[in-house]
């Protein structure tokens, strides 16, 4: 069972964005790269094709690593290490470390 899922609510704890909050838009395991709404936005030049005939630049998210996130707890809001609970020797859901509640 993963820690982060697509939609949880982060808050970068590390770079020229810290502290911001967003959403999950997309995760990437292998390289463990995720892009979060509205954070690492950077400006990319983009020339005109048939999608775009205007061309010009556009704001852009790029992926930040994993480990500059941290989910937040769903009672504080605040950020908050991640535990996979188990029953029977299966993962059954995660649950936020400071608050013991379930996220959903």
Request: avoid cysteine; glycine fraction near 8%.
């Amino acid at each position: 069972m993963q820690k982060l899922k697509v939609n949880d609510t982060v808050q970068v704890l590390v770079g020229k964005d810290k502290g911001k909050q967003g959403k999950v838009k997309s995760i990437n395991f292998k390289t463990n790269r995720l892009i979060v709404e509205g954070v690492n936005v950077v400006k990319k030049a983009i020339r005109p094709n048939q999608a775009n005939q205007q061309g010009g630049i556009i704001d852009l998210e790029k992926a930040i690593h994993i480990s500059n996130v941290s989910l937040l707890d769903p009672k504080s809001g605040k950020p908050t290490r991640v535990k996979v609970k188990q029953e029977a020797g299966k993962n059954t859901g995660r649950v936020a470390s400071k608050s013991n509640l379930e996220i959903k």
